[in-house]
């Protein structure tokens, strides 16, 4: 292992890490305070493979709900998508970056490279599950609630291993292949399709999620059930299996020095409608042109995930389910639908806005735009082209309404994606969902899409950091959901009044349409955030330094 590479690995990702955990530990103590108010005796009422495969236990106490929420689902979504970054830019990254040829130019083998690289991800996701694991034992200790029989320490191990794994596989793909987009859709995808698989997957049939690396995570209940040693060696085996498969491809192949372009331009200038928009300007393509190329691997990922994996797939998934998700929603209490984004098992309508619009499908949406509007202004100012390119004769306000354009695109792309798939995967499988209502989530998505890639194209035009535009967004994201959501379940729905999600969510659309002021707020709210942020972009000097 080389020591300096080691030490400069460790300012990598850690501002994420922190974001993560501090937004967790918000949404703990909303969700301490939330859950107190609950009458629990509910959720015993409920049939034991429910009450297993949501990990609640007779009598459960209030804190142990917000665990099991908070830190068991979407704070362990958050805290192992951290990962998938770290890993991803560990070597395909700095490849992308053009740093790699430089650092293994000195006397440095490849090998020691990546296991350096390794070390530090693994370094920072202990620490990280650390932090985690404080906050987990304070926060009820400062609120006066008592924990129960809650594994606090059982749980955060397992969700470190399971970073871990997944921040491995990251890194292994984009060693193996010097992609790194690739490295984190392939990993995400591994996440998200896990995440849903060990909780889908044991209502068709018993045991058929232990193949999962999520359902070695969470599969054992281990908030519940405490460590399971076979869990952890399968995350932790895995993980050194792939870091050792990905140092091996890495020994041989050659570096990636050059981009391998962009097909997808391509097919789009053939098409007469944007020819013009996407013609070529003297040399090279038009700032347009180069924006959409930009981010194809990522819209590719996302757009086979949530249009053909979800959209398309979870109607046949409903209804292979048939009569079990019937019994299922018949004893379902609402409290617990609503703090995933509401919904219902009993129709398609509600059971897809649950599994599908609730919050997966806001997920990718907000990844797409936030990445979109961060790489087009601070991305550009990190890899110090963007006084490059206003050193041609193209103004700041080109550039800057290009970069709204191409975020608006994407988020557009991936929204109509999402509604053809749906609407063929209801067709084909024999459900049905109103298509009016079903062109009303998608626009509101659409619209979510835009006020989030607004925000960080904010927050890029006033910083010129990438990483200060992403994180805050991806911190806002998260309190403004659960924030709603918590309240949604405490009965409290107006008072969310100030979330972007409480338009998004109201209704739901799928099941119920729209109101006026939906489209409204976050057509208004894009406007206001993307209009505050051209004088910010166009006043304040190009960071020449990375950053």
Known sequence: ???????????????????????????????????????????????????????????????????????????ALAFVGVAIAIGAQAVAGEESDRTLALTLANPLTRV?????RAAALVTLLIGGGLLLWAIAEAAPRVMGIEVGQAHLFAL????????????????????????????????SGVMVLGWLGSSLLPMWREGSAEWLPWNWFNGSQPLVNGVSVKDIALLLGGALVLLILGTTVFRSRELRLLDPGSNLVSR????????????????????????????????????????????????????????????????FPQTMLDMFGGGSLATIAGFMHLEVFGIVAPAAVIVVAAVAASSGIAGEERFRRMSLLLAQPISRARTYWTVVAAMALYVMFVSVALFLGTWAGTVVSGQSIQLNDLFHAVLLLTLLGWFFGALTLLVAAATGRSSSAVWSTTAIAVATYFGYTLLLAAGHEGAGWWSPFRPYLYGPPLMEGMEWWQPVWLALGTVVLVVAGWPLFARRDIRISAG
Request: charged letters at 10%.
């Open 1 to 75: 292992m080389n020591v300096p590479v080691y030490r400069r690995a460790l300012g990598v990702g850690w501002k994420g890490l922190l974001i993560t955990a501090g937004s967790v530990a918000l949404m703990l103590v909303l969700g301490l305070s939330v859950y107190g108010s609950f009458d629990l005796s509910i959720y015993d009422s409920l049939p034991e493979a429910l009450r297993a495969l949501v990990g609640i236990p007779t009598h459960a106490d209030p804190a142990l709900m917000a665990y099991n929420e908070m830190l068991a689902a979407i704070g």
């Open 112 to 116: 020691s490279y990546v296991l350096s």
């Open 156 to 187: 955060v191990l397992h969700l470190t291993c399971a970073a871990i794994f997944h921040g491995i596989l990251a890194l292994s793909i984009g060693a193996a292949i010097g992609g790194k987009g690739v490295a984190e859709g392939v990993a």
């Open 268 to 331: 789009l200038r053939e098409m007469p409608a944007l020819a013009k928009i996407l013609a070529p300007t003297g040399k090279g393509s038009s700032l347009l042109g180069l924006r959409l190329a930009a981010q194809q691997v990522l819209v590719g990922y996302v757009v086979f995930i949530l249009a053909v994996v979800m959209g398309f797939g979870m109607p046949f998934m409903y209804r292979a389910m048939g009569s079990t998700i019937g019994d299922f929603s018949a004893s």
